[in-house]
């Protein structure tokens, strides 16, 4: 069961940071450090959502996949993908496998 979810996550993971390559959202230069001293919801107030995806989230999901540990209940960062991502040239897919994802973590025990 726990190798199950572990896979799970790294796979999702690894897909969304194909996507996110694939679209021209990645970026292979590093955030500045205080960008990560952010306060609010999805470091809003230090980065854009795709730049919390690549260095918040993504990381985060691997390490918790990494320590057999506990995901969140509440994320939200599937209804945020809507609202940045909605409208944008091939943005549908990342959306959907950020739905995806969002709805696995809620499930999970």
């Known amino acids: 069961m726990i190798r199950r979810i572990v896979n799970y996550a790294l796979q999702k993971a690894a897909e969304i940071?194909?996507?996110?390559?694939?679209?021209?959202?990645?970026?292979?230069?590093p955030i500045p450090e205080d960008a990560y001293?952010?306060?609010?919801?999805?470091?809003?107030?230090?980065?854009?959502?795709?730049?919390w995806l690549q260095f918040v989230l993504l990381?985060?999901?691997?390490?918790?996949?990494?320590?057999?540990g506990r995901f969140p209940k509440a994320t939200g960062f599937g209804q945020r993908a809507?609202?940045?991502?909605?409208?944008?040239?091939?943005?549908?897919?990342?959306?959907?496998l950020l739905g995806e994802l969002e709805a696995w973590v809620e499930a999970q025990p």
């Open 82 to 96: 809507i609202i940045e991502f909605d409208g944008l040239d091939n943005g549908d897919r990342l959306i959907e």
């Open 59 to 68: 990381p985060s999901l691997r390490e918790i996949a990494a320590e057999n």
């Open 17 to 29: 940071e194909a996507e996110l390559k694939r679209i021209g959202l990645w970026s292979s230069d």
């Open 37 to 51: 001293t952010y306060r609010g919801a999805f470091a809003m107030d230090t980065m854009s959502f795709e730049q």
